[in-house]
Structures are given as C-alpha cells and as structure tokens.
Antibody, heavy 114, light 107 residues
Framework: EVQLVESGGGLVKPGGSLRLSCAAS????????MNWVRQAPGKGLEWVSS????????YYADSVKGRFTISRDNAKNSLYLQMNSLRAEDTAVYYC???????WGKGTTVTVSS | DIQMTQSPSTLSASVGDRVTITCRAS??????LAWYQQKPGKAPKLLIY???SLESGVPSRFSGSGSGTEFTLTISSLQPDDFATYYC?????????FGQGTRLEIK
C-alpha cells in the first residue's frame, strides 16, 4: 500500500525550531519529487516547499524562504522539513505529498504559541 | 506568482444536481491544473490532473475541462459523499498555488 506518514509536529514557542519527517512506503521513493503543503486552521491549502527526486532542485514559498529547509534521505525513504524561526502564522497542519500530489499523508499539526 | 481564483466560494446544491466550479488563473498555465477534494479533518484527495485527466479510482461523475486561464470542475450528479471543499491548483510554475477553495454544501 502506498503510504506517507508525517511526524514531528507539536507545540513550539515563537522563534523556536521543529523538524518534521515524512516516512514513505509502498513505492520507489527515490523516483519521485516530494512536497510539503500546509493548512492553517480554517484556511485553504498553501504550498510550502518541493524537492526533486535527487535533491538537485529545491523550491520554497516566499513565506518560508530562509527559515525552512527541505531535505530527503532516499536510503531511508524519508522526507524532512527543518523549520526555524517559527512564527504564529506558521501554525498549521503540515502535509507531505508525493510528486504531482497524487498521494498525501494524514498530516502533522504544528502550533506556534507562547 | 500565478493567482488562482475560484468561484463560487460556496455552492449550495442537492443530491442529483449537476454542479460546476470555475477556476481562473492570472496568466496562462496551459493544462497544468489539478483539482482536489477535501473533507473536514482529512487530507486533500486528487480528483483531476492535467486539467481533464481523471485520477484512478475517482468516479466518472467528476470531470474537468479548460486550458490557458479558465478551467471548470463538473460533478454530473451529486452524491451525498461529494459534499466537501474543492481546490484547484496550478503546477505550471513555482510557486505552486491553490485557489481559495469552494465549499459545496447541501441545500
């Protein structure tokens, strides 16, 4: 079964850091680009970042550029999002999604609050 | 950045109705458009990709059309399971952008 499972969310103070992980299974992870998409409470979907299959190409939304870092470990079938200098407006459910976003995880919740 | 604008924001309809949701891009995106369905507390689900291609396993009552800057998602005969929020998304260029969503509710 094709599956993506996010982890690492939680409550963090403004200015703090968090590292999200996304474990992939049921497909050849190293063949796909991967994405992070977030959804603030009661709001729409916002693309955050994408990484190509070999990590050669990386893209970020302006809202997170310079604060978030996407990475992947194809040997571990895992995708990561290192989030630094967190702000209240980063509070959201964070989803990882495969390639052209045909497969999504269930999401992990990040809350930034003092 | 390419802005995606959906209309309407909310749509009230009944089971069996035919409904259409429109998505407009601020510049041409060729056919690089996808449609997603999202239910409360759940992850989005891909329905349509490349403007008109039906994702595997998605019922044939869903269809997409359009190219360039104007696109539509049509549900031919609404079923109870279809009441949800729908998003369009362009993937012609980065940053990837989503429409603001259309909430489809029961009349």
């Amino acid at each position: 079964e094709v599956q993506l499972v996010e982890s690492g969310g939680g409550l963090v103070k403004p200015g703090g850091s968090l590292r999200l992980s996304c474990a992939a299974s049921g497909f050849t992870f190293s063949s796909y680009s991967m994405n992070w998409v977030r959804q603030a409470p009661g709001k729409g979907l916002e693309w955050v970042s994408s990484i190509s299959s070999s990590s050669s190409y990386i893209y970020y939304a302006d809202s997170v550029k310079g604060r978030f870092t996407i990475s992947r470990d194809n040997a571990k079938n895992s995708l990561y999002l290192q989030m630094n200098s967190l702000r209240a407006e980063d509070t959201a459910v964070y989803y990882c999604a495969r390639g052209n976003m045909d497969v999504w995880g269930k999401g992990t919740t990040v809350t930034v609050s003092s | 950045d390419i802005q995606m604008t959906q209309s309407p924001s909310t749509l009230s309809a009944s089971v069996g109705d035919r409904v259409t949701i429109t998505c407009r891009a601020s510049q041409s995106i060729s056919s690089w458009l996808a449609w997603y369905q999202q239910k409360p507390g759940k992850a989005p689900k891909l329905l349509i990709y490349k403007a008109s291609s039906l994702e595997s396993g998605v019922p044939s009552r869903f269809s997409g059309s359009g190219s360039g800057t104007e696109f539509t998602l049509t549900i031919s005969s609404l079923q109870p399971d279809d009441f949800a929020t729908y998003y369009c998304q362009q993937y012609n260029s980065y940053p990837i952008t989503f429409g603001q969503g259309t909430r489809l509710e029961i009349k």
